[in-house]
């Protein structure tokens, strides 16, 4: 069973950029397609990027396309997220999310109920 453990979470003015990692354990990292969600108040969990095991294939929500940049070491069973020209409206708990995947270049990415495992979350907040 794999826990994951996210960290990097902070205190951003807009326009900044953070990178927020997750860290694996108790399981072959390599065998896991990742994701990032994230959880605003009263809102419900979705999804802002997703990495294939093998990294060839990525996702990303529209909301984030072309200011976040999902990426994955497997040497160091870590899941990265670089935000980058943040905004207030991505202020959330992000959370990082594995699924056992037998195919290298399977992603997940049409919700949470396709994620096994989960951390317990690193808050984001963006002041304007």
């Known amino acids: 069973q794999v826990q994951l453990v996210e960290s990097g979470g902070g205190l951003v003015q807009a326009g900044g950029s953070l990178r927020v990692s997750c860290a694996a354990s108790?399981?072959?990292?390599?065998?896991?397609?990742l994701g990032w969600f994230r959880q605003a108040p009263e809102k419900e969990r979705r999804i802002v990027a997703a990495i294939s095991r093998s990294t060839i294939n990525t996702y990303y929500a529209d909301s984030v396309k072309g200011r976040f940049t999902i990426s994955r070491d497997n040497a160091k069973n870590t899941v990265y997220l670089l935000m980058n020209s943040l905004k207030p409206e991505d202020t959330a708990v992000y959370y990082c999310?594995?699924?056992?995947?037998?195919?290298?270049?399977?992603?997940?990415?049409?919700?949470?109920?396709?994620?096994?495992?989960w951390g317990q979350g690193t808050q984001v907040t963006v002041s304007s």
């Open positions: 108790g399981g072959p990292f390599s065998l896991y397609a």
């Open positions: 999310a594995a699924a056992a995947t037998l195919h290298p270049s399977t992603i997940y990415y049409s919700g949470w109920s396709d994620y096994d495992y």
